[in-house]
């Protein structure tokens, strides 16, 4: 069976080279330039030895968690790996349309590639409202490649303490601007897994890049 890394047009060119790690901002600097060490680290060492299964970027929108992400997975499939791109919601949708007999469009391949290709690439990671089958779901994927210690790179703009979020008082649940926390859209038992699984990339606190580009451009 040939698997595509099917990474989506608007990644294609996305790489460690055209990623800038805004030397202009010693507070951006900082955090990208250190996501980008861990980052590169792991796509260089993926194979030899099992230190690390994977790689958990968290932060807000635009910071470049899926160019690095993706960066990542082309290093891999250069270097012989084979490794798969998956939009979250849209896999979610396939899986869902696979059990509908009604459908007739059922894409069991998309859930067994997710489950049993080298290297994962879950982008946009609980981004959907969450429902008991979506929680099921994204906890058996999950599980399964953690029980068959396979690679897992995932992106979030959810929130964790363990991602370097402020932890709040409680719980862990959403804050009173409707933030919400990773734990509250894939559940406790997956969040688990993932993060013995990966190390943790934060951009959180970076300004969103297509917002700056947008600025810069009516500038012009
Ligand atoms: N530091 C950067 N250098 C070069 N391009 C960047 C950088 N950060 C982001 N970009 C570009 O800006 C766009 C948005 O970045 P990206 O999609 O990686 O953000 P994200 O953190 O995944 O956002 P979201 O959470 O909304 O999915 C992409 O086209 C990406 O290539
Ligand atoms: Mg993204």
């Known amino acids: 069976m040939t698997v595509h890394a099917n990474i989506p047009p608007l990644f294609r ?3 460690f ?8 901002n010693p507070v ?3 955090a990208l330039s250190h996501a980008v060490t861990v980052a590169n680290s792991f796509a260089r060492e993926y194979g030899y030895g099992a230190k690390s299964q994977g790689l958990l970027f968290i932060g807000d929108p635009g910071t470049g968690k899926t160019h690095l992400a993706v960066a990542v997975i082309k290093r ?3 270097r012989g790996f084979q490794a798969v791109f998956f939009d979250y919601q849209n896999l979610l949708e396939r899986i869902r349309s696979s059990y509908d007999p009604a459908s007739g469009t059922g894409d069991r391949g998309a859930y067994r590639t997710a489950l049993d290709c080298e290297v994962l690439l879950l982008d946009d990671l609980g981004a959907h409202r969450v429902t008991d089958w979506v929680e099921d779901t994204v906890t058996s994927l999950i599980t399964h490649r953690y029980n068959n210690n396979k690679a897992i790179i995932t992106t979030t703009n959810l929130r964790d303490p363990e991602g370097g979020d402020a932890p709040i008082p409680g719980g862990l649940q959403s804050d009173v601007s409707g933030r919400y926390y990773l734990t509250e859209r894939i559940g406790l038992r997956a969040r688990s897994r993932l993060f013995e699984m990966c190390r943790t990339i934060s951009t959180r606190g970076v300004e969103d890049y297509r917002i700056r580009k947008g600025r810069e451009a009516a500038q012009r």
């Open 76 to 78: 891999l499939i250069q």
């Open 28 to 30: 951006a600097n900082r």
């Open 13 to 15: 060119n996305a790489s």
């Open 17 to 24: 080279e055209n990623f800038n790690t805004r030397p202009d």
